[in-house]
């Protein structure tokens, strides 16, 4: 029976993720994260074809495991404004419990090389915005957004927001507070009260 590698994908991921957090993308080359991992510079180039491929591992990563829950959670009651106050806990609360990756969310996409990304990545990134856009705007037509700018309102309320709160506080380099969920439901089921017929949603 084979040995399984003793430097797995996962593993040089996460020290990857460390790295970004503590020094941007531009700290994650392949010889920190080798470093880092405490793995042979082969171990990486086996894994990843090159520093843009490691980038884009790292940011999609990051990226889809925060949004299978967060398309949880938009799904997660048959009340439009239930599940909008859902979606906006789980931003602040997957942070709270990953605040590693969520100082990644601090960046974009261009920040971790996506010019340079292989059509494969590319395809990955998209079809999660895709979903998102698809699935906030699912969202907005159950509330009764009318036009443009309900629809603008409803994304505002279910993503802006939360992320807002949570930026602001990794960029000041302070913990979220212990209210910060509870706060970040009630900012966005406001927003979400105002939108064309959901003032009268419960």
């Given at each position: 029976m084979a040995r399984p590698p003793r430097f797995d994908t996962s593993l040089l991921l996460d020290a990857a993720v460390q790295l970004a957090a503590a020094s941007g993308p531009s700290g994650v080359t392949m010889s920190a994260v080798a470093a880092a991992a405490g793995a042979p510079s082969g171990s990486l180039y086996h894994r990843f074809a090159s520093r843009s491929a490691l980038l884009a591992e790292v940011w999609l990563r990051t990226v889809e495991r925060f949004q299978e829950g967060y398309f949880a959670a938009?799904?997660?009651?048959?009340?439009?404004?239930?599940?909008?106050r859902a979606a906006s806990r789980h931003v602040v609360a997957w942070c709270r419990a990953h605040p590693e990756e969520a100082a990644l969310l601090l960046y974009g996409a261009e920040s971790f090389g996506r010019d340079g990304w292989s059509a494969e990545h590319l395809r990955r990134a998209d079809e999660g915005n895709r979903r998102v856009f698809?699935?906030?705007?699912?969202?907005?037509?159950?509330l009764g957004a009318a036009g443009t700018q309900d629809a603008e309102?409803?994304?505002?309320?279910?993503?802006?927001?939360?992320?807002?709160?949570?930026r602001r506080h990794l960029r000041g380099g302070s913990p979220l507070p212990g209210h910060a969920e509870e706060l970040?439901?009630?900012?966005?089921?406001?927003l979400l009260g105002k939108t064309g017929g959901a003032a009268t949603a419960g």
């Open positions: 938009l799904k997660s009651s048959p009340d439009p404004r239930s599940a909008g698809a699935t906030v705007t699912e969202l907005a037509a159950a309102q409803v994304a505002l309320a279910v993503i802006d927001v939360p992320l807002s709160l949570v970040a439901e009630r900012c966005t089921d406001a």
